[in-house]
């Protein structure tokens, strides 16, 4: 009796020790591979990355990981930065209610705000007078350059650059960006954040969604360190047709090496706000910009120029005591190596914000721009 028993257990034991091999061959087979995670690594089949997964999010290795192209890293938690991450993003959003805030015998203007990243923003929104054409008015997504953020309002500031371009016949929309005024949120920084890129985007986003805007009209302007904002917004977004940038700062980030801001407004945050501990982070994962490390080059829009479908028109003075106008000059010869079409537009004087005798004929051109691109 107990022989008997114990060959049963046997036998059993064995039918099962083959079930157990041929579940084992079967999943080797069928999937190439054994997955399994271990210090947030994952190990995949070859190739089995889909090209979506390599656009969201850049992967980090460190200068001593010599991992093979079948393993895929834990997602960089910096591949917001980066352009691929950007396109890949949503842009989805509309204008909260209107407040009347001045009117004329050309347009009347409006405080307004709209969401992005679920914080409001604040805006001033231009709409020119008469009877809306049946496509929509062209519009303007007019992004201001640094101005502390504390001290920022929406009614200061750049009155007569939207006057000019409303008062021809488009509506425009000038943004806070987070953080500024009474927006909602911490500003991030134009540099080493994707934040003012991915409020610019949502703006364009709520203009489109507008009744009285032609939503393939539209375009961007941005001023300092909005140029670079805006260069970014149309790395993430190739489809917009134009963008136009007065005195801009910081493109390949090389230009900063270079050429270094002289800006005397700047008031830098405090070390404890969630933006100069990101902005640590950062320098301790990827160091430095570097234009031969994979994640700054995905960070520079300058590298996907070839991509743009729509045109730039740069403005700048010699005497810009704040930017040196050959950040403009060196973004002029990339455009055009890249094959983009473009203008530089340069002034005797005029400052860093082109005022006096540079002022009507930068805008004019501005508008000439526009109104031949959109």
């Known amino acids: 009796m107990f022989y008997m028993l114990r060959s049963a257990r046997n036998f059993l034991f064995f039918v099962v020790s083959v079930m157990l091999i041929g579940v084992s061959t079967w999943a080797f087979i069928e999937y190439g591979g054994i997955s399994f995670e271990q210090g947030g690594a994952t190990q995949l089949p070859r190739n089995s990355v889909s090209n979506n997964d390599a656009a ?3 992967t980090h290795t460190s200068a ?6 079948d393993t895929i890293q834990e997602p960089d938690p910096f591949a917001e930065l980066t352009i691929p991450h950007l396109r890949a993003r949503q842009y989805v959003s509309q204008l909260g209610m209107r407040t009347q805030l ?3 015998a050309s347009y009347t203007s409006y405080l307004t705000s709209y969401q992005s990243d679920d914080l409001r923003v604040n805006g001033l929104v231009a709409i020119p ?3 809306t054409p049946d496509e929509g008015w062209p519009a303007v997504v007019f992004v201001h350059g640094y101005i502390p953020p504390a001290l920022y309002q929406t009614t200061e500031r750049y009155e007569s650059y939207v006057d000019y371009l409303a008062r021809n016949g488009f509506v425009v929309f000038k943004i806070d960006l987070r953080g500024h005024g009474d927006s909602e949120g911490e500003p991030g920084g134009a540099y080493y954040s994707g934040d003012y890129v991915i409020d610019v985007l949502n703006a364009r986003a709520a203009l ?5 805007v032609a939503d393939e009209r539209i375009g961007l302007w941005g001023h300092s360190m909005a140029g670079n904002v805006v260069l970014r917004s149309m790395a993430a977004r190739p489809e917009i047709r134009a963008g136009v940038i007065w005195a801009g700062a910081v493109f390949s980030y090389e230009d900063w090496e270079r050429y270094g801001l002289s800006d005397n407004s700047y008031r830098p945050p405090s070390d404890s706000t969630q933006r100069q501990r990101r902005r640590s982070e950062l320098m301790q994962t990827h160091g430095s910009f570097n234009p031969e490390s994979s994640f700054w080059r995905m960070v520079a829009p300058t590298n996907f120029l070839d991509e743009f479908e729509g045109a730039v028109q740069l403005h700048h003075t010699v005497n810009d005591p704040v930017v040196d106008v050959r950040y403009s000059r060196d973004l002029e010869m990339l455009l055009s ?4 079409s473009n203008e530089l537009h340069e002034y005797a004087s005029g400052g860093h914000d082109i005022e006096g005798s540079a002022f009507s004929p930068a805008m004019q051109r501005t508008v000439e721009f526009f109104e031949e691109w959109l």
Do not use: L, R
């Open 208 to 212: 489109q969604a507008a009744d009285f």
């Open 337 to 340: 190596g890249a094959g983009v």
């Open 102 to 104: 001045s009117q004329n």
């Open 56 to 58: 969201d999010s850049a």
């Open 129 to 131: 007078a008469g009877e």
């Open 64 to 69: 001593s990981d010599n991992s093979t192209a």
